[in-house]
């Protein structure tokens, strides 16, 4: 039975996250907060466990400030952890359980943490980064175990949280392969989590599909838009975000009323998660965001779920969500690019020329600025990169998120690609995602990825059924692009390369290009 939609419910505009987990468990004590499989959490018993955590961290001697590494794969304990690092006043830090150990040990390296929390066999490898460890499942020598975290004695949580000080810290590649730290205030996050749970009327009545992985943005929704208004978090078993069918049943099974994720992960489950089949009545919202999602898509999903909400929610991890677009079903329209939006509540906005200078009007591109609460601080230990991406500007903070943009006639942005996706074929500026949008409007293409190899593109496409050729692609796109943005080379490929944040794996298409 398709669930009522929530009313909007009076609640505290809250600046702490370590204020969102106590709060829920005041309020909805008894209602379910978290579901993995077959542990079901209340927020009261949510909020007993993070509180023994945050006890664990201070018999530790970890401190208000201190880096607390979290190394595992998503699970309920993993969450209770992050809910205890932040009542302990310490910083989390979601390490990737999938990365190569090299890229680990650098975040790892680069944060130093106080505190390493993981299952056993990782913090094995992982024990000259720390000397404190917790393990999450069975005993390490030299670690807390759970039981002991458990059973140990719980102390007096008093350490005086500011919205200003620092809650998380997320490690992001961006176009280098180089790790670095965005850090991001408790304010930061809470502005988010709060205006989202408001402007889409969350409420205990809702279930959230928690897909994200903790060391993605978007995860922050999970976790505490959910607190915020009591809905319950339902996790679903790994496995089935690598196959459609079972996802799209686990959705049904668990009643799940608001998905947010990757626009990868969606083209799954339209191309092969039987939706047609499946009674997903309980599903109101589905969020994207993260990437450029393919208008053919979308129109396929809308025709899929006639009921469904659906809404594209844009912003580089540095501001997270800063702008957004409610699809508009009557008048969507299937062949002009998804609009990024307008502004979130509190938010400001600002177009500039490659000089600096404000861009006026309509039908002019200028790079995309954003200031508001959401803005991160920075960048951790790194005051160069930092000065360059945050700047001022008449006394305002602003972050330049390196992405252009437009707006249209109505006053909503539409998006024109990444600086770093820009590049010189020839002497002309080619934005690679136009040549993508030329690809996708094949009918045989499901998802398509372009990069430049010195002055050369080279496209990868992964088709929807029968194949088409190599040529075949190049003369479709030569009906609709420029002879200079027509790709030299297009690769048919069963797949293309994703990280695990669902984002197609650029640097991975590079190799690829170059070495054939």
């Given at each position: 039975m398709r669930l009522a939609s929530n009313p909007v419910i009076p609640m505290p505009s809250y600046r702490t996250l370590n204020t969102f987990l106590s709060e829920a468990a005041a309020r909805w004590p008894h209602h379910p907060a978290l579901i993995e499989g077959k542990t079901r959490l209340t927020w009261a018993a949510l909020e007993q466990i993070s509180t023994r955590v945050a006890s664990a961290l201070l018999r530790c001697g970890a401190r208000p400030g201190d880096r607390v590494g979290l190394c595992a794969p998503k699970s309920a304990r993993v969450i209770a952890s992050m809910h205890g690092v932040l009542r302990a006043g310490c910083v989390c830090v979601p390490v990737d359980p999938a990365s190569p150990v090299a890229r680990a040990q650098a975040v790892l390296e680069d944060c130093a943490p106080a505190v390493i929390i993981g299952p056993a066999e990782t913090l094995t490898n992982l024990d000259s980064f720390s000397p404190l460890r917790i393990s999450i499942n069975e005993s390490v020598d030299g670690a807390m175990s759970w039981q002991e975290v458990m059973d140990g004695e719980v102390v007096p949580l008093t350490a005086a949280v500011e919205p200003?000080?620092?809650?998380?810290?997320l490690y992001t590649s961006g176009s280098t392969g180089q790790p670095k730290g965005v850090m991001l205030s408790h304010e930061n996050v809470s502005a988010f989590a709060t205006w989202a749970a408001v402007e889409f009327r969350?409420?205990?009545t809702d279930r959230l599909a928690s897909v994200a992985p903790l060391h993605f943005d978007l995860s922050t929704f999970d976790l505490y838009s959910s607190a915020w208004s009591g809905a319950t978090l339902c996790i679903p078993p790994a496995l089935h975000l690598s196959f459609p069918v079972r996802l799209t049943e686990w959705?049904?099974?668990q009643r799940i009323s608001i998905m947010y994720t990757v626009p990868s992960l969606l083209a799954m489950i339209a191309e092969r998660g039987n939706v047609g089949a499946k009674k997903l009545d309980d599903l109101r919202l589905l969020l994207f965001a993260g990437e450029v999602c393919p208008p053919r898509l979308l129109s396929g999903l809308l025709d899929l779920l006639p009921r469904v909400e659906f809404a594209n929610l844009y912003g580089p991890t540095e501001t997270n969500v800063c702008t957004f677009e409610r699809i508009d079903r009557e008048y969507w329209d299937s062949v002009s690019p998804i609009s990024i939006g307008v502004p979130c509540d509190g938010t400001r906005v600002l177009l500039i020329d490659d000089a600096g200078r404000p861009v006026d009007g309509t039908g002019t591109a200028g790079e995309l600025l954003?200031?508001?609460p959401t803005v991160a601080l920075g960048y951790w230990r790194d005051s160069v990169k930092s000065d360059a991406?945050?700047?001022?500007?008449?006394?305002?903070r602003w972050c330049r998120t390196g992405d252009y943009a437009e707006f249209d006639d109505t006053g909503r942005l539409?998006?024109?690609?990444?600086?770093?996706?820009?590049?010189k074929i020839r002497g002309h500026r080619v934005e690679l995602g136009d040549v993508e949008t030329a690809l996708l409007a094949h009918p045989g293409i499901a998802e398509a990825a372009v990069v430049a190899v010195d002055e050369v593109l080279v496209a990868f496409a992964r088709p929807s059924g029968a194949e088409p050729s190599s040529e075949e692609l190049r003369e479709h796109c030569a009906g609709r692009l420029p002879r200079y943005m027509v790709p030299a080379?297009?690769?048919?490929?069963q797949q293309i390369p994703h990280g695990s944040t669902g984002k197609i794996d650029r640097l991975a298409l590079q190799r690829m290009a170059k070495h054939g």
């Amino acid at each position: 039975m398709r669930l009522a939609s929530n009313p909007v419910i009076p609640m505290p505009s809250y600046r702490t996250l370590n204020t969102f987990l106590s709060e829920a468990a005041a309020r909805w004590p008894h209602h379910p907060a978290l579901i993995e499989g077959k542990t079901r959490l209340t927020w009261a018993a949510l909020e007993q466990i993070s509180t023994r955590v945050a006890s664990a961290l201070l018999r530790c001697g970890a401190r208000p400030g201190d880096r607390v590494g979290l190394c595992a794969p998503k699970s309920a304990r993993v969450i209770a952890s992050m809910h205890g690092v932040l009542r302990a006043g310490c910083v989390c830090v979601p390490v990737d359980p999938a990365s190569p150990v090299a890229r680990a040990q650098a975040v790892l390296e680069d944060c130093a943490p106080a505190v390493i929390i993981g299952p056993a066999e990782t913090l094995t490898n992982l024990d000259s980064f720390s000397p404190l460890r917790i393990s999450i499942n069975e005993s390490v020598d030299g670690a807390m175990s759970w039981q002991e975290v458990m059973d140990g004695e719980v102390v007096p949580l008093t350490a005086a949280v500011e919205p200003s000080d620092l809650a998380y810290l997320l490690y992001t590649s961006g176009s280098t392969g180089q790790p670095k730290g965005v850090m991001l205030s408790h304010e930061n996050v809470s502005a988010f989590a709060t205006w989202a749970a408001v402007e889409f009327r969350l409420g205990p009545t809702d279930r959230l599909a928690s897909v994200a992985p903790l060391h993605f943005d978007l995860s922050t929704f999970d976790l505490y838009s959910s607190a915020w208004s009591g809905a319950t978090l339902c996790i679903p078993p790994a496995l089935h975000l690598s196959f459609p069918v079972r996802l799209t049943e686990w959705l049904a099974e668990q009643r799940i009323s608001i998905m947010y994720t990757v626009p990868s992960l969606l083209a799954m489950i339209a191309e092969r998660g039987n939706v047609g089949a499946k009674k997903l009545d309980d599903l109101r919202l589905l969020l994207f965001a993260g990437e450029v999602c393919p208008p053919r898509l979308l129109s396929g999903l809308l025709d899929l779920l006639p009921r469904v909400e659906f809404a594209n929610l844009y912003g580089p991890t540095e501001t997270n969500v800063c702008t957004f677009e409610r699809i508009d079903r009557e008048y969507w329209d299937s062949v002009s690019p998804i609009s990024i939006g307008v502004p979130c509540d509190g938010t400001r906005v600002l177009l500039i020329d490659d000089a600096g200078r404000p861009v006026d009007g309509t039908g002019t591109a200028g790079e995309l600025l954003v200031s508001g609460p959401t803005v991160a601080l920075g960048y951790w230990r790194d005051s160069v990169k930092s000065d360059a991406r945050f700047i001022q500007r008449a006394g305002t903070r602003w972050c330049r998120t390196g992405d252009y943009a437009e707006f249209d006639d109505t006053g909503r942005l539409v998006f024109h690609g990444r600086r770093d996706h820009m590049v010189k074929i020839r002497g002309h500026r080619v934005e690679l995602g136009d040549v993508e949008t030329a690809l996708l409007a094949h009918p045989g293409i499901a998802e398509a990825a372009v990069v430049a190899v010195d002055e050369v593109l080279v496209a990868f496409a992964r088709p929807s059924g029968a194949e088409p050729s190599s040529e075949e692609l190049r003369e479709h796109c030569a009906g609709r692009l420029p002879r200079y943005m027509v790709p030299a080379e297009v690769n048919v490929v069963q797949q293309i390369p994703h990280g695990s944040t669902g984002k197609i794996d650029r640097l991975a298409l590079q190799r690829m290009a170059k070495h054939g």
